[in-house]
């Protein structure tokens, strides 16, 4: 299954963020763009989440043919986020309409928060290339393991809009992640503590 050609994946990933441009070009509603600020955040979330739940469920399900693809084709999917993101912060940029409206709006949490997982996204999304990964050798997976603080920025950037409004939904999505990660961390704990015993 991993040897199957990327681009459908890539078609496929393309699909919404094509839609979305599209409606906010040739929508007459002037609320169109505020409409689609929500979507665009809530898939680039999802596309992360589901990029950073690749190697617990490979803990899981070492044998699966379908979380062998997943994590062959892993790197697709956190740039799709990035792409998400990227169409999110800039629908942003359209609706709030002045630079005065953006820097206004820093010291809410529900937007800086969101900025810092942005500003986190641009590297890795710039080393995300084969030719980045070698340059970087071992440095590269420090930058990813920044991921991990990119996602804790979108569950707070998510969790706290409409005065934590989105606290549910947000808890809902990172839910599964984080039971994935609480075993990943269990696995290894387990796995070190068997080997200092067997040393002993």
């Known amino acids: 299954m991993s040897r199957l050609s990327p681009y459908w994946l890539w078609a496929l990933l393309a699909v919404l963020p094509a839609l979305f441009t599209f409606e906010a070009l040739t929508s007459t509603d002037p609320e169109a763009i505020h409409g689609l600020l929500h979507p665009s955040g809530e898939f680039a979330a999802r596309l992360l989440i589901l990029t950073m739940m690749i190697s617990p469920l490979a803990l899981i399900f070492r044998q699966s043919r379908f979380i062998g693809w997943l994590r062959h084709n892993r790197r697709y999917f956190g740039v799709a986020a990035f792409g998400y993101a990227l169409l999110h912060t800039v629908f942003y940029l359209i609706d709030e309409g002045s630079l005065a409206a953006v820097t206004g709006d820093l010291p809410k949490l529900?937007?800086?928060?969101?900025?810092?997982?942005?500003?986190?996204?641009?590297?890795?999304?710039?080393?995300?290339?084969?030719?980045?990964?070698?340059?970087?050798?071992p440095h590269w997976k420090s930058l990813r393991r920044t991921t991990y603080v990119a996602s804790l920025f979108t569950l707070l950037h998510w969790a706290s809009l409409h005065d934590w409004g989105g606290t549910g939904p947000a808890l809902v999505h990172f839910g599964p992640l984080l039971a994935l990660e609480a075993y990943r961390g269990w696995y290894?704990?387990?796995r070190s503590a068997k080997r200092r015993m067997a040393k002993a």
């Open 110 to 137: 529900y937007i800086w928060t969101g900025w810092v997982a942005f500003a986190i996204f641009i590297p890795l999304a710039m080393t995300s290339m084969d030719a980045a990964v070698r340059a970087m050798g």
């Open 188 to 190: 290894w704990f387990n």
